[in-house]
């Protein structure tokens, strides 16, 4: 199956942002099945991810999924934040069996905690700075489920 690209509506930051913070307009989520079995999904840089955005990319992992447990491999690098709705999205997915997200700061740290903490003990769920690390882990707890 081919990657998907959802369109991703413009993400200014919340109404209550302080004067003269604006980010570049959302580019889009890409959602993608490698080869390994591993659903990929890329949030864009640079923006804040709302609820919409956030179901148009778990319908898209439901359909590569199609009926079976996948594992699902999330980049978080240069998000600025998720909302709440957002977050309850990706975490109320029943297709997903393990969920490795990746990023490389610290602000990307915080942003897949809080992600992870949505549902906490779920699903297997990790942060890594390392595509490599985090395929290895994936492919192990997908194993295990």
């Given at each position: 199956?081919?990657a998907?690209?959802?369109?991703?509506?413009d993400?200014?930051?919340p109404d209550?942002?302080?004067?003269g913070?604006?980010?570049?307009?959302a580019?889009q989520?890409?959602?993608d099945?490698?080869?390994?079995g591993?659903?990929?999904v890329?949030?864009?840089p640079?923006?804040?991810?709302?609820?919409?955005?956030?179901?148009?990319?778990?319908?898209?992992?439901?359909?590569?999924?199609d009926?079976?447990?996948?594992?699902?491999?999330?980049?978080?690098?240069?998000v600025?934040?998720v909302?709440?709705?957002a977050?309850l999205a990706?975490?109320?997915?029943v297709?997903?069996?393990?969920?490795?997200?990746?990023?490389?700061s610290?602000?990307?740290r915080?942003?897949?905690?809080f992600?992870?903490?949505?549902?906490p003990?779920s699903l297997?769920?990790?942060f890594?700075t390392?595509?490599?690390?985090?395929?290895?882990?994936?492919?192990?707890h997908?194993?295990?489920?």
């Open positions: 199956m081919s998907q690209t959802l369109p991703a509506r993400s200014r930051l209550d942002a302080l004067p913070e604006v980010t570049a307009p580019d989520i890409t959602v099945l490698a080869e390994d591993i659903v990929e890329t949030l864009p640079n923006t804040v991810v709302r609820s919409p955005e956030a179901r148009a990319a778990a319908a898209a992992v439901r359909a590569f999924a009926g079976r447990r996948l594992p699902l491999l999330l980049r978080v690098t240069g600025l934040s909302t709440d709705d977050r990706y975490s109320n997915s297709v997903v069996s393990a969920c490795a997200l990746l990023g490389e610290p602000v990307d915080v942003i897949a905690h992600l992870l903490r949505a549902k003990g297997p769920g990790q890594f390392s595509e490599a690390e985090a395929r290895d882990w994936l492919r192990e997908h194993r295990d489920s």
